[in-house]
């Protein structure tokens, strides 16, 4: 009686630890599905970071076009000008 509890302990044993080693390996699959995750996101972050800069630089370049435009017209000449033609 003693040997059938015996193998049906090491029955038991076996299968945790069998159901331990498949627990390992699903943890090590979303470990790598994690890793190409933040591969991604950190291409995506730099991808966006770099557009980010080139919208920044248009701005820029637009600001200084808007400045040296508006810096040829004096804003009380244009308003005396708008007053007069009333």
Do not use: P
């Not at 009686?1 to 015996?6: D, F, N, R, S, T």
């Not at 943890?27 to 966006?48: A, G, P, T, V, Y």
């Amino acid at each position: 009686m003693l040997i059938y509890v015996l193998i049906t302990l090491c029955l038991s044993l076996a299968g945790v630890a069998g159901l331990q080693m498949m627990y390992m390996f699903y943890l090590d699959k979303l470990d790598n599905e994690r890793k190409k995750r933040l591969h991604e996101l950190e291409i995506r972050c730099r991808e966006l970071g770099r557009r980010l800069e080139d919208a920044e630089d248009r701005i820029e370049e637009q600001n200084a076009m808007l400045e040296e435009l508006y810096s040829e017209t004096d804003d009380e000449e244009a308003w005396a000008d708008v007053i007069d033609e009333r």
